[in-house]
T-cell receptor, first 111, second 113 residues
Framework: EDKVVQSPLSLVVHEGDTVTLNCSYE??????LLWYKQEKKAPTFLFML????IEKKSGRLSSILDKKELFSILNITATQTGDSAVYLC???????????FGGGTRLMVKP | EAQVTQNPRYLITVTGKKLTVTCSQN?????MSWYRQDPGLGLRQIYY???????DKGDVPEGYKVSRKEKRNFPLILESPSPNQTSLYFC????????????FGDGTRLSIL
């Protein structure tokens, strides 16, 4: 059975801190790994990673995938209160039709 | 504005009373999917559709039906809802192709009493 595990479950930091969120996976047919940010409503897409070792960056957020060790990290530098959310990691299967999600990491950034 | 629209956003109902949650997207996406989100279990896929008239089961399809008669709409049907279907439901869609991210609706919170 495909499995995606995120850690930590939750995290409280102060503005300006740097955080690293982890996602490990065990899937039979891996295509790509995706990160989403979920505030109060819909998950919003952050990154899609398909190749190992290539960092994807968007402002203060960056992510990288290690297909040998089967994990990904999401880094957020200089955190702001607006970064407070649940961050979801998901793995897309080879056929491109099924996403398996991890349980999420709840990040709270205090002023 | 490109979006995935779900209705209703909130519903409280009783066991056994058939209900339908609608999902519509205006992006001409071929792929659509339904998820439920429960505390500690994350998002789990219920059904998905690769195109019109093509639907397949996800990880947790029991107790649900879907249909895809038109590209833009993908309703989720609970023929006889039960309390264990109380959850937050999300519809998502994406373009065809293996590297297209899914875009999610705002969610529907269902409470089955």
């Amino acid at each position: 059975e495909d499995k995606v595990v995120q850690s930590p479950l939750s995290l409280v930091v102060h503005e300006g801190d740097t955080v690293t969120l982890n996602c490990s996976y065990e899937v039979t047919n891996f295509r790509s790994l995706l990160w989403y940010k979920q505030e109060k409503k819909a998950p919003t897409f952050l990154f899609m990673l398909t190749s190992s070792g290539i960092e994807k960056k968007s402002g203060r957020l960056s992510s990288i995938l290690d297909k040998k060790e089967l994990f990904s990290i999401l880094n957020i530098t200089a955190t702001q209160t607006g970064d407070s959310a649940v961050y979801l990691c998901a793995v897309l299967n080879n056929a491109g039709n099924m996403l398996t999600f991890g349980g999420g990491t709840r990040l709270m950034v205090k002023p | 504005e490109a979006q995935v629209t779900q209705n209703p956003r909130y519903l409280i109902t009783v066991t056994g009373k058939k209900l339908t949650v609608t999902c519509s997207q205006n992006m001409n996406h071929e792929y659509m999917s339904w998820y439920r989100q429960d505390p500690g279990l994350g998002l789990r896929q219920i059904y998905y559709s690769m195109n019109v008239e093509v639907t397949d089961k996800g990880d947790v399809p029991e107790g649900y039906k879907v249909s895809r008669k038109e590209k833009r709409n993908f309703p989720l049907i609970l023929e006889s809802p039960s309390p264990n279907q109380t959850s937050l439901y999300f519809c998502a869609s994406s373009l065809p192709g293996l590297n297209q991210p899914q875009h999610f609706g705002d969610g529907t919170r269902l409470s089955i009493l």
